[in-house]
């Protein structure tokens, strides 16, 4: 590391001038709720929770959650986040030399002892590489030295770990709760060892002194077996001895043991290990949700994200079987948490977030065997909170007009059905049954209820497709117009969704050829020609991004090159639209001589070696190809978990199996405690008044997120809150004018409504005792519920804005400051999105002072609120002295003046 190289002492100080120059500076700046900060002495290993893609996408990911509580549970164990810096950021984090830092203790990546990226998507994998070379960790896995971190990934990625095989040091197959938990153990022994001051700790090879076992049967990795524990060998010393550990944890691949030979073809003649200690083939481990409760503190960001909700995960694993379905294949068997765990989850986490909605997740929720009563036992604890429920993905055949009203009870968003087939032959090569008949009696039934909004999912170029299918797609499409026109009329939306097939690895597809660019473009142009665009819209997912996603998910090692130079090209964020280049891709195949067509449209034989055949998900080969055959017949193969088995191989039917909640859990004491209660509204009582203030990196975020997180900490306190009316109910809280992004708020408003009379003093220690970094709870009193609405009460603030004397020299100040105060009007005027409006600043600005402190010039802004349109009080200043301010001075809003004069304040 260079001297220059900024530490994690001093980033946000070098951040601090370009923060608000970036899109959504609320992305890097951390303290959100439920984050975790260890001091420095109790840590033994910090590892970084990396994920490939920005922050309101990696804060939605439910699995990332589940490690970061599961690591921070161990006291002497620290885990961060870090996401991908937008290009802007990117660009920010280049020019001024910042290294790419974690959220929680702003130390930059190299610092940390184990960097883990998730795999959610093969076209995130350039950004892996944006973060290694931001962070300072050598981009190249043989580059490495024993001070640099171990970069680990696991996800659905890893199932085909060889197109990042030069870039990540070990991959963790299959879930990783305790696989992590174990790497940690082991990379903790190690640098104990290391320590040149500590004693060199020679761990004992496996705690028993016995070789690794290989694992033939899979098991369940239960407390016992599979507890934390070092798997560091005797005498281990380099960063190579600690990789060779490693790949004894089950689960865990290191790619630099292993060798790829081709044939003259091009194709693999084997993948053979290069040590004698480890696996021939690396087997997935799996977790039984049981053991575990996974996320009940998950970190509530700041800003909006995608997935904005307390997400419990119900089950793992689909036993559906859909062929060309990744997910439901490597999660076998299925592993449901009962409605009893599921509720405890739910308390929890609702206490220690003050989310709105549950949202209950796995890959086919309404396929829960309980999924009836689970929804009851949720909404009759939940409802009269104004908490929703959602299902973020259901399968037609599950879905029942129950489960609509159950969930309709509290909220109603649009309802999205995923038959990816426009025929039942289709359906049947895919496995995905769907009877049309009792389809449409849902979709009409869904109509009858008042949802108005339908999306509607298919894939093209499936195995087998021809023309009847596509036509199949708009015959689906036609009646739901149909039936919405019946009952929704002119409010009936219907948002069809088409993407390309992509075969994937470790699923019965993962031979077929994928279909090329003119033929998908060919089968969109008929879809798209025959729609009716009036009720229905189309989404195309883009084929050329559906090509390079191909090419990654069935590389093999060779296709590292072409990766490495297509990000060296530029490429990033290859899942936007907006900043995806195919012609660089094209042109780092051409450069690294990757045929990419011979990677995702060849069809491979059953005798091939593939890229990962010596990584298994549980599954036998045998059985994949038996149903690939059986999908070229449009034979089903029906659901284990409810029929018989199908012989996947996943199971041992001792340890791993298939888990029901139905077969063991039975009817909880809940349900039968459970009544039909209409959710009651009772009206407000009481109306208390806090004054906050508002510091830190809450500076950075929008005055509506703030809003929700305040919202959010009100929620957590338990108080008795009141609520509006209507289908979307929410928290009665009511703000002062926002403040400014960039500002801080030195005596900030905000008044909250009850539902029942509370003392002033007893809401300001419930809201002091839910901490949130830079939100300081200053007083707060009892105002009547007739009193004026804050927004309106506020008829004037105070500013402090302070400004370089580079800038603006005390003298010019003084001087543009008596001409404004001397002149009778002074226009200006403010670009807006919706165009340009004139004003009279000496309207807007009441007063106005300065002063000379040292290196900077402060001024002191009255600003009046009496018109519509308040003037951000930077704009104004810059308006009087001529200059463009814009994120280049410190600003606090100090003082708010009311119209009424409120009850006294109480001061705590
Ligand atoms: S082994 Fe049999 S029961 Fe177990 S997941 Fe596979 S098909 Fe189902």
């Given at each position: 590391m260079s001297e220059m190289t900024p530490t994690r002492h001093d980033i946000m100080d070098r951040l601090a001038p370009y923060l608000l120059g970036v899109e959504k500076p609320g992305r890097y700046v951390g303290g959100e709720l439920n984050t975790v900060v260890k001091p420095d002495d109790e840590v033994a290993v910090r590892v970084a929770l990396a994920f490939p893609d920005v922050y309101e996408v990696g804060m939605s990911y439910h699995g990332f959650q589940i490690l970061y509580e599961l690591v921070n549970a161990v006291a002497e164990f620290q885990a961060e986040r870090v996401y991908t810096p937008a290009p802007d950021f990117e660009a920010v984090l280049r020019e001024h030399a910042i290294p790419l830092y974690t959220l929680e203790t702003k130390r930059p990546l190299r610092e940390t002892d184990v960097l883990a990226f998730s795999l959610p998507h093969e076209l995130n994998y350039t950004n892996i590489l944006t973060m290694l070379e931001l962070g300072e960790v050598p981009v190249f896995s043989h580059d490495r030295t024993a001070s640099d971190p171990i970069v680990i990934a696991g996800g659905h990625g890893a199932f085909n770990p060889e197109v990042l095989a030069d870039f990540v040091d070990a991959f963790v197959i299959g879930d990783g709760e305790w696989a992590l938990l174990q790497i940690l153990e082991t990379v903790k022994a190690w640098r104990k060892g290391q320590s040149p001051t500590g004693e060199r700790q020679l761990v004992r090879y496996r705690g028993d002194g016995t070789r690794a076992r290989r694992r033939a049967v899979p098991t369940f990795d239960s407390d016992e077996a599979l507890n934390r524990r070092s798997w560091l060998r005797e005498g281990a010393v380099s960063r190579e001895d600690l990789l060779l550990s490693l790949a004894q944890i089950p689960g865990v691949y290191v790619p630099r043991f292993y060798e790829c030979r081709y044939r003259p073809d091009g194709t693999l003649e084997k993948i053979v290990p290069t040590h004698p200690e480890v696996p021939a083939v690396v087997t997935k481990t799996n977790f039984d949700l049981r053991t575990h409760w996974g996320s009940v503190r998950p970190v509530v960001p700041l800003m909006r994200v995608v997935h904005d909700r307390f997400a419990i995960e119900i089950k793992r694993g689909c036993m559906t079987g859909c062929?060309?379905?990744?997910?439901?294949?490597?999660t076998r068997p299925l592993r449901e948490r009962s409605p009893q765990q599921i509720l405890e989850i739910a308390r929890e986490g609702i206490r220690n977030t003050g989310y709105e909605e549950i949202s209950l997740l796995s890959l086919s929720s309404a396929d829960y065997s309980q999924i009836i009563p689970l929804t009851r036992l949720l909404r009759a604890e939940f409802a009269q909170r104004g908490i929703s429920l959602s299902l973020p993905s259901l399968r037609i055949n599950a879905f029942d007009v129950e489960l609509a009203d159950e969930i309709g009870s509290v909220r109603k968003s649009g309802f999205t059905f995923a038959p990816e087939a426009g025929t039942e032959r289709l359906r049947r090569v895919i496995n995905k049954v769907v009877d049309e008949e009792r389809f449409e009696r849902t979709i009409e039934e869904v109509l009858k209820r008042g949802w108005r909004t339908l999306k509607f999912?298919?894939?093209?170029?499936?195995?087998?497709?021809?023309?009847?299918?596509?036509?199949?797609?708009?015959?689906?499409?036609?009646?739901?117009?149909?039936?919405?026109?019946?009952?929704?009329?002119?409010?009936?939306?219907?948002?069809?969704?088409?993407?390309?097939?992509?075969?994937?690895?470790?699923?019965?597809?993962?031979?077929?050829?994928?279909?090329?660019?003119?033929?998908?473009?060919?089968?969109?142009?008929?879809?798209?020609?025959?729609?009716?665009?009036?009720?229905?819209?189309?989404?195309?997912?883009?084929?050329?991004?559906?090509?390079?996603?191909?090419?990654?998910?069935?590389?093999?090692?060779?296709?590292?090159?072409?990766?490495?130079?297509?990000?060296?090209?530029?490429?990033?964020?290859?899942?936007?639209?907006?900043?995806?280049?195919?012609?660089?891709?094209?042109?780092?195949?051409?450069?690294?001589?990757?045929?990419?067509?011979?990677?995702?449209?060849?069809?491979?034989?059953?005798?091939?070696?593939?890229?990962?055949?010596?990584?298994?998900?549980?599954?036998?080969?045998?059985?994949?190809?038996?149903?690939?055959e059986r999908s070229e017949r449009a034979a089903v193969t029906t659901d284990c978990s409810t029929t018989k088995c199908a012989g996947c191989e996943a199971c041992d039917f001792k340890e791993v199996k298939n888990i029901l909640s139905a077969k063991e859990d039975g009817l909880v004491e809940e349900l039968r405690r459970e009544q039909k209660r209409k959710p009651e509204v009772p009206s407000p009582v009481s109306r208390i008044r806090f004054t906050y203030a508002r510091r830190g990196a809450l500076r950075y975020i929008s005055h509506l997120d703030f809003a929700r997180a305040v919202t959010l900490v009100l929620r957590r306190t338990e108080l008795p809150l009141a609520y509006s009316h209507g289908f979307n109910p929410q928290a009665r809280v009511q703000f002062a004018p926002p403040l400014p992004l960039g500002f801080l708020g030195e005596q900030e408003l905000v008044d909250v409504w009850f539902t029942e009379p509370l003392l002033a003093e007893v809401a300001l220690e419930a809201v002091r005792r839910i901490p949130l970094d830079g939100l300081e709870w200053l007083e707060a009193s009892t105002v009547p519920l007739s009193a004026p609405a804050l927004g309106a009460d506020v008829v004037a603030a105070d500013y402090r804005v302070a400004v370089g004397t580079d800038l603006i020299p005390p003298k010019l100040a003084e001087r543009r400051i008596r001409d404004f105060l001397a002149a009778e009007s002074w226009p200006i005027e403010i670009r807006k999105k919706d165009g340009t409006r004139r004003r009279d600043l000496k309207r807007s600005v009441q007063a106005i002072e300065w002063s000379a402190t040292g290196s900077e010039v402060v001024?002191?802004?009255?600003?009046?609120?009496?018109?519509?349109?308040?003037?951000?009080?930077?704009?104004?200043?810059?308006?009087?002295?001529?200059?463009?301010?814009?994120?280049?001075?410190?600003?606090?809003?100090?003082?708010?003046?009311?119209?009424?004069?409120?009850?006294?304040?109480?001061?705590?």
């Open positions: 062929r060309f379905c990744q997910a439901g294949m490597i999912y298919f894939m093209c170029g499936l195995p087998t497709e021809t023309q009847e299918d596509l036509d199949g797609i708009i015959r689906i499409t036609e009646k739901a117009i149909e039936l919405g026109k019946r009952y929704a009329g002119r409010n009936f939306q219907l948002n069809v969704s088409i993407s390309p097939f992509v075969p994937k690895p470790q699923t019965p597809f993962q031979w077929h050829a994928q279909p090329t660019i003119e033929e998908l473009e060919r089968i969109y142009a008929y879809v798209e020609s025959r729609l009716n665009k009036r009720y229905a819209s189309l989404k195309k997912h883009n084929v050329y991004q559906s090509v390079i996603e191909g090419v990654l998910s069935r590389a093999d090692r060779r296709v590292c090159s072409a990766l490495y130079r297509a990000w060296q090209l530029g490429c990033r964020f290859d899942n936007w639209d907006e900043s995806f280049r195919y012609d660089l891709w094209m042109q780092a195949f051409a450069e690294t001589g990757i045929d990419p067509h011979w990677y995702a449209c060849r069809e491979r034989s059953r005798d091939e070696v593939l890229p990962w055949d010596h990584i298994s998900a549980s599954l036998g080969k045998d059985f994949l190809w038996k149903e690939k001024f002191s802004v009255r600003m009046s609120f009496a018109d519509n349109e308040h003037v951000n009080p930077v704009v104004a200043l810059g308006h009087v002295l001529g200059l463009d301010l814009s994120a280049r001075t410190h600003a606090a809003r100090i003082t708010l003046h009311l119209r009424s004069k409120p009850a006294p304040l109480l001061t705590a």
